[in-house]
């Protein structure tokens, strides 16, 4: 792999640092105070933060504002961009306005379903598949060209990322590699509890060159108790072993259990070759992001390379 886009994150990755990525949640109101303080309480600790796109298809402040008010926190921000909410030439304008307020990673999504959400009865647009998003990021990047055919100056040179959910029931390897052939950059996993499983995931992944091709950061949350536990299995569709939710329960401090057994599982992501990263996701809790990240042994963060020459 070649470098190929403007981004720190990139860069970093590059480098061979094992890297780490947090989230924030852009409010459901104008007012950006609570998102400025959750991207300041990951400053030092996170390499950069994703900004979530209407995230379980609810209404949020935009995430192409909120790249920005990450960005003027003095973090590198992962715009998300869906296509369920978007035409192209709304795509189009979003990619080229997160760029010139500080965004240089992107994260390609097709978005949870229209149903799921608090506005049931929205359109679900869709003009563009996630695979066709990614391609055309790419087109954006590498020769500055438009859907229309056009080209322009100064185009936006994103380092493209995608999700996958390697532990799924169903999973369809087939899903990934389109959005690999599409041109994508970086991988970003659905919250991951079994080690194991998703060591034989990887085992796969490496056989179809996949490592090679793409930078990989899998994902990781601390969990609280057993009720979040249930919710991200039961909602989320996240695979939660029956042995971590008798952990939370008979634990003294939940809590803290759920600090030890992310630290666990990051130990155990970075003896697998090839997972080049941690995607930590606090649902909503930065300090645990803190914590997880601190007890892993993962501080200082290291700069980009770029400006530590």
């Known amino acids: 792999m070649t470098l190929r886009a403007e981004s720190g994150l990139e860069r970093l990755l590059h480098s061979g640092e094992f890297a780490v990525t947090a989230e924030v949640?852009?409010?459901?109101?104008a007012d950006a105070t609570l998102l400025r303080k959750q991207a300041e309480a990951l400053r030092g600790f996170a390499d950069a933060v994703n900004v979530t796109d209407n995230p379980t298809s609810s209404a949020h402040m935009s995430s192409v504002a909120g790249a920005a008010v990450v960005a003027a926190a003095g973090l590198e921000p992962v715009v998300?961009?869906?296509?369920?909410?978007?035409?192209?030439?709304?795509?189009?304008?979003?990619?080229?306005g997160a760029w010139a307020l500080g965004a240089r990673n992107l994260l390609c999504l097709s978005g949870d379903p229209i149903s799921s959400g608090d506005h049931p009865d929205a359109a679900d647009v869709r003009d563009l598949d996630v695979v066709e998003l990614v391609r055309f990021a790419v087109a954006l990047r590498d020769e500055g060209r438009l859907l229309s055919g056009r080209t322009i100056e100064s185009a936006p040179r994103y380092f493209v990322g995608v999700a996958d959910v390697p532990l799924a029931d169903a999973y369809d390897p087939g899903?990934?590699?389109?959005?690999?052939?599409?041109?994508?950059?970086f991988v970003q996993t659905q919250i991951v509890y079994?080690?194991?499983?998703?060591?034989?995931w990887a085992d796969g992944a490496r056989g179809r060159g996949v490592f090679e091709r793409a930078f990989v950061l899998v994902g990781i949350a601390p969990l609280?108790?057993?009720?979040?536990?249930?919710y991200l299995s039961d909602q989320l569709g996240v695979p939660v072993p029956e042995s971590v939710v008798r952990r939370l329960d008979v634990a003294a401090d939940p809590g803290a259990e759920g600090v030890a057994m992310a630290v666990?599982?990051?130990h155990g992501l970075r003896a697998l070759e090839g997972?080049?990263?941690?995607?930590?996701?606090?649902?909503?809790?930065?300090?645990?992001?803190?914590?997880?990240?601190?007890?892993?042994?993962?501080l200082p963060r290291p700069r980009p390379v770029s400006e530590t020459a």
């Open 275 to 298: 997972i080049a990263g941690a995607h930590i996701m606090g649902l909503g809790r930065e300090e645990l992001v803190r914590r997880v990240i601190e007890d892993a042994g993962l």
């Open 80 to 96: 998300q961009i869906a296509t369920r909410d978007r035409n192209r030439l709304a795509i189009t304008a979003d990619l080229l």
């Open 264 to 266: 666990e599982i990051l």
């Open 224 to 230: 609280r108790s057993v009720r979040t536990a249930r």
């Open 194 to 200: 079994d080690v194991e499983a998703l060591a034989g």
């Open 175 to 185: 899903r990934l590699e389109a959005k690999l052939e599409a041109g994508a950059d």
């Open 25 to 29: 949640v852009p409010p459901r109101g």
